[in-house]
């Protein structure tokens, strides 16, 4: 089955800062999406994004099928932020989405 | 109120006890899913179902089984718990027209 790996295992930000989540999977997709969970564990779908970019307030992604990554994008990061970002991608043929293991982000004010 | 609920939100079991995970949407979406969540480990699939009649396995079925009593709920059982069944446990459902899914608030579950 398809394989999704994420980097970096985990970050540390200073209020304000941006960041750069990558999500690499190892055959081509015909689903992925981004995820939050938040240190109450609640997971919340942030996009949906096979292909191409597409952006939510402060948070944005693009997904370069070709190439086979997709990076999530945070600008202005808050302490709300924090929490545990996951990668999810199902490959042609399969309804089945295989998660990352994601990236624990923490935000500090 | 919530589109994807989850019941019940923490339980302890003991080995060898049958137990029931129940999950129930507001959505309307006919797709639904379980998965398994481990420390520091993503999500796992366990079961999943397209409608009513449909039930398929996932990448870690055994020791599970699943019902789709409607469209609305999707239960989840273990038939005879083990310790390594301890994890916290995710219903989903799948729009088929976004394909973005929702997930309820999790089970914790212990089995001691």
């Known amino acids: 089955g398809i394989q999704v790996e994420q980097s970096p295992p985990d970050l540390i930000l200073q209020e304000g800062a941006n960041s750069t989540l990558r999500c690499n999977f190892s055959d081509s997709v015909n689903n992925l999406q981004w995820f939050h969970q938040n240190p109450w564990g609640q997971l919340i779908n942030l996009f949906y994004i096979p292909s191409g970019t597409k952006q939510n307030g402060r948070l944005s992604a693009t997904t370069v099928a070709t190439e086979r990554y997709s990076l999530l994008y945070i600008s202005s990061s808050q302490t709300t932020d924090s929490g545990v970002y996951f990668c999810a991608a199902s490959g042609a043929g399969s309804y089945q989405l295989t998660f990352g293991k994601g990236t624990k982000l923490s935000v500090i004010p | 109120d919530a589109d994807v609920t989850q019941t019940p939100r923490n339980r302890i079991t003991k080995t060898g006890k049958r137990i029931m995970l129940e999950c129930s949407q507001t959505k309307g979406h006919d797709r639904m899913y379980w998965y398994r969540q481990d420390p520091g480990l993503g999500l796992r699939l366990i079961y999943y179902?397209?409608?009513?009649?449909?039930?398929n396995k996932g990448e870690i079925s055994d020791g599970y089984s699943v019902s789709r009593q409607a469209q609305a709920k999707f239960s989840l059982s273990l038939e005879s718990a083990i310790p390594n069944q301890t994890a916290l446990y995710f219903c989903a459902t799948e729009s088929t027209v976004t394909y973005e899914q929702y997930f309820g608030p999790g089970t914790r579950l212990t089995v001691t």
């Open positions: 179902s397209f409608d009513v009649k449909d039930i």
